[in-house]
C-alpha cells in the first residue's frame, strides 16, 4: 500500500508505519474523520484505494465503521496483555469478525502512458476496507517484530503509535517534522531564556 506523509501537523497522516496505526491517529489532535469527505480523503491517502477511485457511494454508515475499528484496534494495540481481559476479548473478536471480509480486488491495466498501473475491479465495498484494515492490524499484532517495534511517540501530549523501523530502534517521535521540531524548538526556547 502507498503511503504518503503529510506536511502540516494538523493534516491528515500516513507515517506511522502501518496503515491500521494510521487509522487510529485519526483522533488526534482532534477528529480527523468527521465527514464523509474526510473519510474518502483519508482512504485514498492511506493507499487503501488507487487515487481516482470513486468512493461517492460511501454513506454516514462508513464513519462509523471505520471509527469502530479504529477504536477496538486502539484497544488492542495500546492494551498490555492481560488474560480474561472482557475489554480486550470484544476488541479482538470484532477485529478478527472484519478481517474475514476480503479486501478490495486489485487488477492491472494499461495506464495512460502503457505502464501498468492498479485499479480496483468495481467501487470498494465499506466492509472490503474495513477487512483491508483488519488484516493489517491483525498482522501487526501477531508478528512479534512488528509488535515489539511499537512506540509511543515522546511528543508532548502526542498519543501517536507507531513502528520504530530506524536503525538502532531510537526513534523518539511520530514525526521528526512535527512533534521532533516541537521539541527542538521547545529546547531552544529553554536555552535561551536560561541564557538571559
Given at each position: 500500500m502507498?503511503?504518503?506523509?503529510?506536511?502540516g501537523?494538523?493534516?491528515?497522516?500516513?507515517?506511522?508505519?502501518?496503515?491500521?496505526?494510521?487509522?487510529?491517529?485519526?483522533?488526534h489532535?482532534?477528529?480527523?474523520?468527521?465527514s464523509?469527505?474526510?473519510?474518502?480523503?483519508?482512504?485514498?491517502?492511506?493507499?487503501?484505494?488507487?487515487s481516482?477511485?470513486?468512493?461517492?457511494?460511501?454513506?454516514?454508515s462508513?464513519?462509523?465503521?471505520?471509527?469502530?475499528?479504529?477504536?477496538?484496534?486502539?484497544?488492542?494495540?495500546?492494551?498490555?496483555?492481560?488474560?480474561?481481559?472482557?475489554?480486550?476479548?470484544?476488541?479482538?473478536?470484532?477485529?478478527?469478525?472484519l478481517?474475514?471480509?476480503?479486501?478490495?480486488?486489485?487488477?492491472a491495466?494499461?495506464?495512460?502512458?502503457?505502464a501498468?498501473?492498479?485499479?480496483?475491479?468495481?467501487?470498494?465495498?465499506?466492509?472490503?476496507?474495513?477487512?483491508?484494515?483488519?488484516?493489517?492490524?491483525?498482522?501487526?499484532?501477531?508478528?512479534?517484530v512488528?509488535?515489539a517495534?511499537?512506540?509511543?511517540?515522546?511528543?508532548?501530549?502526542?498519543p501517536?503509535?507507531?513502528?520504530?523501523?530506524?536503525?538502532?530502534?531510537?526513534?523518539?517521535?511520530?514525526?521528526?517534522?512535527i512533534c521532533?521540531?516541537?521539541e527542538r524548538?521547545?529546547?531552544?526556547?529553554?536555552?535561551?531564556?536560561?541564557?538571559?
Amino acid at each position: 500500500m502507498a503511503m504518503g506523509t503529510a506536511t502540516g501537523p494538523y493534516e491528515l497522516r500516513f507515517d506511522t508505519g502501518r496503515i491500521c496505526l494510521d487509522l487510529i491517529a485519526t483522533t488526534h489532535p482532534a477528529e480527523r474523520l468527521d465527514s464523509l469527505d474526510a473519510l474518502r480523503a483519508w482512504i485514498t491517502g492511506s493507499g487503501l484505494v488507487p487515487s481516482g477511485t470513486p468512493l461517492a457511494h460511501a454513506d454516514p454508515s462508513w464513519l462509523n465503521g471505520f471509527r469502530e475499528l479504529r477504536g477496538e484496534t486502539a484497544r488492542l494495540v495500546r492494551a498490555r496483555p492481560v488474560p480474561g481481559s472482557r475489554t480486550r476479548e470484544l476488541a479482538l473478536a470484532r477485529v478478527n469478525e472484519l478481517a474475514l471480509a476480503a479486501p478490495p480486488a486489485p487488477r492491472a491495466v494499461p495506464g495512460r502512458d502503457g505502464a501498468l498501473v492498479r485499479e480496483l475491479t468495481g467501487p470498494p465495498r465499506c466492509a472490503a476496507l474495513l477487512g483491508a484494515l483488519a488484516r493489517d492490524a491483525v498482522e501487526l499484532l501477531t508478528d512479534p517484530v512488528a509488535r515489539a517495534g511499537l512506540r509511543q511517540c515522546a511528543g508532548d501530549n502526542c498519543p501517536i503509535v507507531y513502528v520504530d523501523t530506524s536503525r538502532g530502534r531510537r526513534r523518539r517521535w511520530c514525526s521528526s517534522e512535527i512533534c521532533g521540531n516541537r521539541e527542538r524548538v521547545a529546547r531552544h526556547r529553554r536555552r535561551a531564556a536560561l541564557a538571559r
